[in-house]
């Protein structure tokens, strides 16, 4: 089957928030693919074959690659992302690093926690406007943060739980919004 966007990701976790986010963001009758990978080496190992192959289907698929930053240097991440893309005979792939970790987007909506995980409200969400709150890009380690935050949180049962309740306007993830707008941009032509 064809598809306008086929958007390639490192985990599973990712693909539990894209799966709840993208119909919000992509009208119909236009059509998306999430892929799944087995982390960082599983998603570059792929990237060329994917592309040719989804290339060959229907040559006017857009293509969207989303990666953590974790320690890496993101332009020297995208960089190398931008080259399997080429090798691929792809120029225009959007290329989405998440500053740092997919977590930091759930502490750049503190609201979505509580809701997920049925906590007291205001509990969490006070701490919003605490620095690291509001620059959750800036964490080193967003996940350890999260789970410090909320007892039995795990990534891919957290992903699911929380991304029902992501506000995708009041988020303080700038890597958050950086997607968002990347994709409207794509889905504007």
Request: aromatic share 6%.
């Amino acid at each position: 089957m064809s598809h306008d966007l086929i958007f390639l990701l490192e985990e599973k976790s990712m693909q539990a928030v894209l799966d709840v986010i993208l119909p919000q963001l992509i009208p119909e009758p236009k059509t998306f693919l999430c892929i799944a990978h087995e982390g960082k080496q599983d998603l570059a190992q792929s990237i060329p074959r994917k592309l040719k192959a989804f290339q060959n289907i229907n040559p006017q698929t857009k293509f969207i690659i989303v990666h953590d930053q974790d320690s890496h240097d993101c332009v020297k991440l995208k960089t190398e992302l931008t080259k399997l893309c080429q090798q691929a005979g792809q120029e225009n792939v959007l290329i989405r690093i998440i500053c740092r970790e997919l977590e930091s987007w759930f502490l750049g909506d503190l609201v979505a926690v509580e809701k997920a995980y049925k906590l007291k409200p205001n509990s969490l969400s006070k701490e919003q406007n605490k620095n690291k709150f509001r620059h959750p890009d800036r964490l080193n380690s967003a996940k350890q943060e999260l789970k410090s935050l909320v007892q039995g949180y795990y990534e891919l049962d957290g992903s699911k739980k929380i991304a029902p309740h992501l506000s995708l306007e009041q988020n303080r993830s700038r890597s958050f919004h950086v997607f968002i707008e990347g994709l409207q941009k794509i889905l504007e032509g």
